[in-house]
């Protein structure tokens, strides 16, 4: 997403917002498609990456994009509405997890490698917001701004009066005229693309040219932002948004890991050990679940059509013994010694077994790729959070909204980022499961209003030929502090509380003091 962003960013100043939006919503649609399907976790990490490639460029494009059919005083409140739709994405996303991953028989094998689970089919469902968007945009004119800007005046006359007549016969006055006394059309950019004539060259010497001139041009953007009426407001723009974004995405990765360790904690206090037992003879027709099992001895034994969680085998003697049927999380044997011993149907795959002595030891028919089970009791708590985090963001949403074109940009996002940095304290009284999930949704309520202002503020700071390119740097750096910060505070899970909230503390106020200083836009027409 960090790269996506970087590379549409500029690439929409150029080619177009409509053209570059259809390009990288046609990318995530393709790739989370493949990742479907994907059987190796290599091939699924390049599909997630090419998908996100995709969604991280649709982000700067959509806002520029979308900022440029506003008018000036409802635009805050509008692009805050939009705003919310990240909100719908993140219900969508964690209802639909919820509803179809615990379901672990919602799945089916073609053969014994090619296998489709639960999860599989959440990822296809995730897909059908960026489909259908995809058929939308098909159907959406190019932005009239971008079009002035590189002299297609024409386009960009009829696209306004498009909507000049969409406008006013929504509000029942359909009879009346577009006319324009007055546009002040920018001076052409030097976009002009050196060709090579069809005697001299050949289609791909022109088309190699005419995609270099362009990745100039971009470039040549890009550095411009540097310029002296740019440079500092540009600068302190792209702290805040890294401050803001360090301690969202950390305490976003921290908060269900928090969770994930309490319930853990809990977990192991419950575990049970057995030691030098000796079961001879016996049907295992019984689950396993939170168990040690060290130095026993298992002779002419079976397991069959049972669950082994949690369960983990240690210098022990499996000698004749049969497995089938055998679906197992979190089980490991270390260091054990297996004989004479069939395993039929089961997902006990070698991986499993550490420094482990198999003698004639039989591995029929088994169950390869990915094969996980999310039956677990726990596993509600972590959809539960994330729905909860995804909903906790309305009332935010709501005000941010409302009141961002009356008391301006700049206070909601100081005030904002201020008053979350009071949330993250709270944090230090989170001793259960309950209290995190009160206090982040707190978190999470108070601080979308900052990120609503900041991308309102971001695309009304720049002129429309430079835009795209600056949204796009700002949010490729917003990724980069979300990978910086969900390393760092992930680093601190069953270690500390104290260093994470204090990150988290620090980079809030630092952000939310310096957006004071950040010019007001509310009032200015978009050049």
């Known amino acids: ?65 979308y900022t440029e059919f506003l008018q000036m005083d409802k635009r805050g409140e509008h692009i805050s509405w939009l705003c919310m739709f990240w909100m719908l994405g993140g219900l969508y996303a964690s209802f639909t997890a919820w509803g179809i991953i615990p379901h672990y028989g919602w799945g089916f094998a073609i053969g014994s490698e090619f296998q489709i689970h639960s999860w599989r089919v959440f990822v296809l469902v ?8 995809l058929v939308g945009i098909i159907f959406m004119p190019e932005s009239p701004r971008f079009l002035l800007e590189n002299g297609r005046h024409d386009e960009a006359w009829m696209i306004l009066r498009q909507v000049h007549d969409t406008n006013w016969k929504a509000k029942g006055e359909p009879e009346r005229v577009f006319t324009v006394t007055n546009i002040k059309t920018p001076q052409t950019q030097e976009d002009e693309f050196i060709e090579i004539q069809s005697d001299t060259g050949t289609a791909f010497q022109r088309w190699t040219v005419r995609h270099m001139t362009m990745l100039q041009q971009v470039m040549q953007n890009v550095m411009s932002l540097s310029a002296p009426e740019l440079r500092l407001q540009g600068l302190f723009l792209a702290i805040v948004w890294f401050c803001l974004a360090f301690s969202y995405h950390g305490l976003g990765v921290w908060f269900p890991d928090m969770i994930k360790y309490m319930q853990y904690e809990e977990y192991e206090s419950k575990v049970k050990l ?21 130095e026993g001895e298992y002779i002419h034994d ?35 010694t297996i004989k004479h011993t069939v395993f039929y149907n089961t997902d006990l795959w070698q991986e499993k077994f550490k420094d482990c002595r198999l ?70 009284l989170s001793f259960s499961q309950g209290a995190v999930i009160c206090w982040q949704c707190l978190f ?56 994470p909230i204090f990150l988290a503390f620090a980079s809030l106020v630092c952000g939310g003091l310096l957006a004071l200083k950040l010019p007001e836009t509310r009032e200015k027409i978009l050049s």
């Open 444 to 499: 999470y309520g108070a601080s979308v209003a900052a990120w609503n202002g900041l991308e309102v503020i971001s695309v009304e700071l720049y002129p429309s030929a430079k835009r795209g390119t600056a949204f796009g740097i700002l949010n490729g750096l917003c990724k980069l502090a979300a990978i910086l910060g969900s390393f760092i505070f992930a680093s601190f899970i069953g270690i500390t509380k104290i260093i």
């Open 302 to 336: 079976k397991f069959s059509e049972i669950e082994i969680k949690s369960v983990k085998f240690e210098d022990s003697l499996f000698e004749n013994c049969y497995f089938e049927d055998i679906k197992s999380t979190n089980t490991f044997f270390e260091n054990c």
């Open 274 to 294: 057995f030691h030098r037992e000796r079961v001879e003879r016996f049907h295992f027709n019984f689950s396993l679940v939170n168990q040690i099992h060290k």
């Open 126 to 133: 995730c897909i059908f917001p960026a489909l259908a968007a």
């Open 359 to 428: 003698e004639n030891t039989t591995f029929l028919h088994p169950k390869k790729g990915c094969h996980l089970n999310f039956q677990e009791e726990n596993d509600i708590v972590i959809y539960m959070v994330s729905f909860l985090g995804s909903l906790a963001v309305l009332p935010g949403n709501i005000i941010s909204a409302l009141f961002m074109d009356k008391i301006g940009r700049i206070k909601i996002i100081g005030g904002s980022m201020l008053i979350s940095s009071g949330c993250t304290f709270l944090l230090l």
């Open 1 to 65: 997403m960090m790269v996506g962003a970087f590379v549409w960013g500029g690439l929409c100043d150029k080619m177009g917002r409509r053209k570059c939006l259809i390009y990288v919503l046609a990318i995530d649609v393709v790739f989370s498609f493949l990742s479907c399907f994907a059987q190796g976790y290599g091939f699924f990490l390049f599909f997630r990456f090419c998908s996100g490639f995709g969604i991280g460029g649709s982000i700067p494009i959509v806002y520029t994009y």
